[in-house]
C-alpha cells in the first residue's frame, strides 16, 4: 500500500483517481480548498484535508506531504482570472514539487495537457495563455528537478464513460479523452518505475493503456 496526496482532490479527475487508488487498496490524501466539498471526497475514498495551496508556502505544503510516497498535480485555477492561473497552475505547482523534495516524496505525477510547452502556440490574445505559460513552465521546473517524475498530457476531456484504450503522440492529436480514463492512466503510471522521466500526451484510441505503459520498457 502506498500514501499518495492529491493536490486538486475535489476535481472530476482526482475523484476518479480517488476510487481507483482506493480499489487497489492504497491510501489517498485529497488537498481541497472548499470544506463542503470533504464528503465527496470521502465518498470516493479519499481522505479530506482542507488546504488552500495558492496561499500556502513551502513549508506547509511540505508539511502536508510528509509521510506521503507520491504526489499527484490535479489542481487548476479553471481559467478566467490570469493572476489566479499564474499563481495556482505555475506558482503553487512549483512550489509542490519544492516540498515534495522536502517532504521526501519521491514520486510526483503531473497531469498537465496535450501539447503544453514552451512552443504551445497559443496567442497572447487568447485567453489560454495564462494556463499555457503557466503549465509550460511547472512542467519544465518539475523536468529539472530530481524528483521521480512522470507528466501527463491528456487531450480535451470528456465525461464519457471510461475506455482503457488510448492512442499517444500524433496519432492522438486532436482527439478527446474521458476523465476517468486519465484517471486510470495516472494510477496506472503510478505503479509503473518504466515511467519515470517521461512526458506521455494521450487521447482515447485502440491501445490498453496498461499494455502501452508497459511496453515502454521494451522502447528504452
Do not use: C
Not at 530530481?146 to 480535451?156: E, F, K, Q, V
Amino acid at each position: 500500500m502506498a500514501r499518495i496526496a492529491i493536490v486538486g482532490g475535489h476535481g472530476k479527475v482526482a475523484l476518479h483517481l480517488e476510487r481507483l487508488l482506493a480499489e487497489a487498496g492504497h491510501e489517498t490524501t485529497a488537498l481541497i480548498r472548499n470544506p463542503d466539498h470533504a464528503d465527496d471526497v470521502r465518498a470516493a475514498g479519499g481522505n479530506p484535508v482542507v488546504a488552500d495551496v495558492e496561499h500556502l508556502d513551502v513549508a506547509a505544503l511540505a508539511d502536508l506531504l510528509r509521510g506521503h510516497d507520491a504526489v499527484v498535480w490535479s489542481a487548476g485555477a479553471g481559467g478566467g482570472n490570469p493572476a489566479r492561473t499564474y499563481a495556482v497552475d505555475r506558482d503553487a505547482a512549483i512550489a509542490s514539487m519544492t516540498a515534495a523534495q522536502q517532504a521526501g516524496a519521491r514520486r510526483y505525477v503531473m497531469v498537465s495537457y496535450f501539447g503544453a510547452g514552451p512552443d504551445h502556440g497559443v496567442a497572447e490574445d487568447n485567453s489560454f495563455f495564462p494556463y499555457a505559460e503557466a503549465k509550460a513552465a511547472a512542467d519544465a521546473h518539475l523536468r529539472g528537478t530530481d524528483l521521480d517524475w512522470t507528466i501527463l498530457g491528456p487531450g480535451s476531456l470528456t465525461s464519457d464513460p471510461p475506455t482503457g484504450l488510448i492512442d499517444t503522440g500524433s496519432a492522438a492529436a486532436g482527439g478527446t479523452v474521458s476523465r476517468a480514463d486519465v484517471a486510470a492512466v495516472a494510477a496506472a503510471v503510478l505503479d509503473r518505475p518504466v515511467t519515470v522521466h517521461r512526458t506521455i500526451e494521450f487521447n482515447n484510441g485502440l491501445t490498453p493503456i496498461t499494455a502501452f505503459l508497459d511496453a515502454l520498457g521494451t522502447n528504452s
